[in-house]
C-alpha cells in the first residue's frame, strides 16, 4: 500500500501476538489507522480489548513472550518497522512518539528528583547538557501547570494529578509530534480529570501535538477527541470523527458502549452488554462481538471487512 | 538519596552503631598514624631488617607494661652510646701521639629477673694500632669485676653471657646471673651498676666509641618476636593493611555483585543464563582451596590474593538474591516508562535498578569487611600472607610456628588477635546497626 506524506502516522495491519502457556494471546491482530497533525484520536474499549497493548506495539515495548509482531507503521511517512532496536530507540522513543504510560503516578523513579527525570529524555534524545535540559524542564512544568518549585521534589512528595502533570511533562520535553496517553485519567478525581484534560486541550493548541488517547472513560475523553476509535477484542471495529460518531454510532458494540455511560437527569437505567468479551486467545470465527450482539445474523459467521460509510468505517455486516 | 541521608541521621538511634562507628573510626586513625609515622618503606625496611636494625631489642620479649601486672618486676630493654652522649667519654692525650678514653656508664637495675643478654658495641678509627680496652663492673655493693682486657678492631661487638674468659674468671656457665646476683643468697641484686671502659689508643686521630646494649625482659608496648622486631610496627601496619583488604574485597565485591546482577537480570536471555551457571559452578568451588593454590603454585601478593578474593566472591549466593529483587524492581512501571522514553539498556541498569539496591548494599558491604579481615589473617596465619607485608595475621604465624603458646608467649598472639576481634566487632556493630535502618523488616516501630 502507498502511504500519503501528510499523514502523521498510518498503521497498517499491525499484528502483537503474546505466547502463553494457554495459548497464543491475539491482543493485537491487524490494526489500520491514521492521524493527521494536531488532531486527537481517542480509543475506546473495555478493559482487556488490547488498548495498551496497541500503544506497546506501536512503541515496541515488547515482553519477552512476542509471538508474532508485523505490519506497518508509518511514522511522518518512514517506516520505523524497519528500524533495528537501536535506530528505533534514537529515533522513534520520544523523538517521533511518547507514551504517558497507564498508571502514570508510579512511571517515575522514586529515587530519582522529578526535575532530573523529565530531564533524562531530553538529555538522551536532545543531546544537551543538564543546565540547558532543565530550562526546557521549567518550561514545559509551565506548560502543563507544575509550580517550578517542584523540580527539586521526589515523586512521593507529589499528589497524584501532580505527578500525572510530571509524567505529562515528560513525554512533552522532547516535543514530539505525536504523545500517547494510556489512560491518563484513570485514578484521578473528576476535578483533576478535568484539569489535565484542559492542559491537554491547551497543549494541542499552544504546541500543535497530536495525542493517540487511549481510555475507557467516554465523558472525558469526548472533551479532546477530534476522531474515535473503538476497539474490541484486539480490532478497531469503528472510526469516525468525533462529532459524527458521539451522538450516532454504527457499530452495535459502539452503540451499547454509549449507552452503557450513565447520563444526569436520565431516568433510564445505564444499560450493560450481557455476556463477557472473548478471550484473546480463543477468539471465534467471524465477527468477534456476535455472540454478544443483538443484531445477529447468519452472515456474521464471516469476519466482516472495514466498511466506509460518509466518511465513517465501520467493521459491521449491518452497513455492508 | 534523602531517604538515605535521613537513614544516617537515624544511626545516631543505636548506641551500638555509634561504638560501632567508634571502633572504626579509631581503627582509621590507627592507620593513618601507622602510615605517617612509619612511612611505608621504613616500615618494610624495618619489618624485613636482620640483626643490623634490631641488635638492640632482646628476643621474646613480652610488652613492658606487663610489669603494672605483676609483683615481680621485669628488666626492661635500653641502650646507650657515646656518640649521643648518652655515655660519658673523657679523652686525655697521653705522650707520642697515645690517648686514654675513660668511659663509663652507670645504671639502675632494680628488677626481680635477670637480663637476657650485654653487649658492648665497639667501633674504633686507626690506622695500624688497634685500640685495647678493659672493662670493669662495678656492682652495688662495691665489688669490682674485671669483664674484659682485649683490643678492638674497627667494628666488634663483646657479647658478655658468651665470654669463655669471663666464664672462667666467675667460675660459672651463667655469666649475666653472676653479674648480677648478690653472692650471699643468690638473688638478683638491687642498685647502681656501673660499666667502666678504659681504652688505650696508639696513634694521633684514633678515636673509640661505645654502644651499650642491656637486653631485658621485657621491652616497649608490644613486645618483641624471634627476630628481636618491635611487635609495634606489624601492629600498627597491620591496621590500613587489613582495612584497606577488608574493604576493598567487600567493596569489590558487592557493587560487581550489584552490577553483574543488574545486568543479568535486565539483558535476560543467554547474558543471565551464564551468569546463573558460573555462580553455580562457583558456589560449588572451594574457595579457600584456590586460593591457596594460587598462594602456592602463582603468587603471595596482597594483590594477586585480593584479585582472587573479589572475583571468586562475586558469583556467590548473593548474586542469586540480588537477581531475585532485580527481578521485581524490572517490572516497575518507572523502568517501561524509561525504556518508552529511550533510555538504553545501560543507563536503566546504573540509574534505575542499582539505586533501587543500595539500601541493601550498605549494610551488607559494611557487615562483609571483617570476613575478608579475617579472611586475610588466615592466610598468613596458613603460611601465604604477603611476603613483604607486616600484617597481624603473618604475627600470629610467626608466633605460631615459634611455639608461642607452647613458650607462653601470650601476648604474641593475644595482641594480634585482640586487634582482629576489636576489627569484626566494630564492623559487625555498625553493619547490624545499618541492617536495622535499611531494612525496613527490621526496623523498629
Redesign the interface.
Known amino acids: 500500500m502507498n502511504q500519503s506524506p501528510q499523514k502523521l502516522l498510518q498503521i497498517e495491519s499491525l499484528v502483537l501476538h503474546f505466547k502463553t502457556s494457554q495459548g497464543v494471546v491475539q491482543a493485537v491482530d491487524k490494526v489500520n489507522f491514521e492521524l493527521d497533525t494536531n488532531r486527537a484520536v481517542v480509543i475506546l474499549g473495555e478493559s482487556g480489548c488490547g488498548k495498551s497493548s496497541l500503544a506497546k506495539a506501536m512503541l515496541r515495548l515488547l515482553p519477552r513472550n512476542v509471538d508474532t509482531y508485523t505490519g506497518r507503521v508509518y511514522l511522518q511517512g518512514k517506516d520505523v518497522m524497519a528500524y533495528d532496536e537501536e535506530e528505533f530507540r534514537q529515533n522513534v522513543r520520544w523523538v517521533g512518539m511518547s507514551l504517558v504510560p497507564q498508571a502514570a503516578m508510579n512511571a517515575l523513579n522514586p529515587v530519582i528528583k522529578v526535575g532530573d527525570q523529565v530531564a533524562e529524555p531530553a538529555m538522551i534524545h536532545l543531546g544537551i547538557k543538564k543546565d540547558e535540559a532543565m530550562v526546557l524542564v521549567r518550561r514545559m512544568f509551565q506548560h502543563v501547570g507544575v509550580p517550578d518549585d517542584f523540580i527539586n521534589r521526589y515523586p512521593f512528595e507529589l499528589s497524584g494529578g501532580m505527578r500525572q502533570r510530571v509524567a505529562l511533562a515528560m513525554a512533552l520535553v522532547t516535543s514530539p509530534s505525536l504523545i500517547i496517553l494510556d489512560e491518563p485519567t484513570s485514578a484521578l478525581d473528576l476535578l483533576t480529570q478535568a484539569n489535565i484534560m484542559n492542559v491537554l486541550k491547551r497543549i494541542k493548541h499552544e504546541l500543535g501535538t497530536s495525542f493517540i488517547l487511549i481510555t475507557h472513560d467516554i465523558a472525558t475523553s469526548s472533551e479532546l477527541a477530534d476522531e474515535v476509535a473503538i476497539m474490541y477484542a484486539g480490532q478497531i471495529v469503528e472510526v469516525g470523527h468525533a462529532k459524527d460518531f458521539f451522538p450516532a454510532p454504527l457499530h452495535p458494540y459502539a452503540q451499547m458502549l454509549m449507552a452503557s455511560v450513565p447520563r444526569l437527569r436520565s431516568e433510564s437505567d445505564p444499560m450493560f452488554i450481557t455476556g463477557q468479551p472473548p478471550s484473546l486467545i480463543d477468539l471465534p470465527k467471524g465477527c468477534r462481538f456476535a455472540a454478544r450482539c443483538p443484531f445477529r445474523f447468519e452472515k456474521c459467521g464471516e469476519e466482516p471487512p472495514m466498511l466506509g460509510k460518509n466518511g465513517r468505517k465501520v467493521k459491521c455486516w449491518l452497513y455492508a | ?3 538515605i541521608k535521613n537513614s544516617f541521621q537515624n544511626i545516631s538511634k543505636y548506641p551500638s552503631a555509634m561504638m560501632g562507628i567508634l571502633v572504626v573510626v579509631a581503627l582509621v586513625a590507627l592507620a593513618a598514624y601507622a602510615m605517617i609515622t612509619i612511612p611505608y618503606n621504613e616500615a618494610i625496611r624495618l619489618w624485613r631488617g636482620g640483626e643490623e636494625v634490631w641488635y638492640r631489642n632482646p628476643k621474646f620479649a613480652p610488652p613492658a607494661w606487663i610489669n603494672y601486672f605483676s609483683s615481680k618486676k621485669y628488666s626492661e630493654s635500653f641502650a646507650a652510646r657515646t656518640t649521643d652522649g648518652g655515655i660519658a667519654k673523657e679523652v686525655i692525650p697521653g705522650a707520642e701521639g697515645t690517648s686514654t678514653v675513660s668511659i663509663s656508664y652507670a645504671f639502675d637495675f632494680s628488677s626481680d629477673f635477670y637480663p637476657q643478654e650485654l653487649l658492648i658495641y665497639f667501633t674504633s678509627k686507626y690506622q695500624e694500632k688497634q685500640p685495647f680496652i678493659s672493662a670493669e663492673w662495678q656492682t652495688p655493693d662495691g665489688r669490682m669485676i674485671r669483664i674484659a682486657n682485649l683490643g678492638i678492631s674497627k667494628k666488634q661487638t663483646y657479647r658478655f653471657a658468651q665470654d669463655d674468659k669471663l666464664k672462667i674468671r666467675l667460675k660459672t656457665d651463667e655469666v649475666i646471673p653472676a653479674l648480677f646476683s648478690d653472692p650471699e643468697t643468690g638473688k638478683p641484686l638491687k642498685g647502681r651498676y656501673q660499666l667502666l671502659i678504659t681504652g688505650t689508643t696508639f696513634e694521633p686521630g684514633s678515636d673509640i666509641d661505645v654502644e651499650f646494649v642491656f637486653h631485658g625482659q621485657v621491652y616497649g608496648l608490644a613486645g618483641t618476636d624471634q627476630q628481636r622486631r618491635d611487635l609495634v610496627v606489624p601492629l600498627l601496619w597491620g591496621a590500613p593493611v587489613a582495612l584497606a583488604f577488608g574493604l576493598i574485597a567487600s567493596l569489590g565485591t558487592s557493587v560487581l555483585t550489584m552490577i553483574i546482577a543488574a545486568v543479568g537480570t535486565w539483558y ?1 536471555g543467554w547474558v543471565d543464563e551464564l551468569i546463573q551457571r558460573i555462580t553455580e559452578i562457583n558456589l560449588v568451588l572451594p574457595f579457600l582451596s584456590i586460593l591457596i593454590m594460587i598462594g602456592t603454585f602463582y603468587s603471595r601478593s596482597i594483590w594477586v590474593i585480593l584479585g582472587a578474593t573479589i572475583l571468586l566472591s562475586i558469583f556467590t549466593g548473593s548474586i542469586k538474591a540480588y537477581r531475585a529483587v532485580f527481578m521485581q524492581v524490572k517490572e ?3 523502568i ?9 539498556g545501560i ?1 536503566i541498569v546504573f ?2 535498578l542499582i ?2 539496591m543500595i539500601p541493601l548494599l550498605i549494610p551488607g558491604l559494611v557487615s562483609a569487611v571483617p570476613a575478608f579481615v579475617f579472611l586475610e589473617a588466615s592466610l598468613a596465619v596458613l603460611g601465604l600472607g604477603d611476603p613483604v607485608l607486616p600484617t597481624w595475621g603473618k604475627i600470629i604465624q610467626d608466633a605460631n610456628s615459634n611455639g608461642a603458646l607452647y613458650r607462653g608467649y601470650y601476648y604474641w598472639i593475644l595482641e594480634p588477635a585482640v586487634l582482629l576481634m576489636i576489627t569484626g566487632l566494630g564492623f559487625a556493630m555498625l553493619g547490624f546497626a545499618l541492617d536495622r535502618i535499611f531494612n525496613p523488616k527490621l526496623r523498629d516501630a
Open positions: 538519596m534523602n531517604a535476560g516497575s512501571m518507572y517501561e516508562a524509561a525504556r518508552a522514553y529511550g533510555a538504553s543507563r540509574l534505575y539505586p533501587r
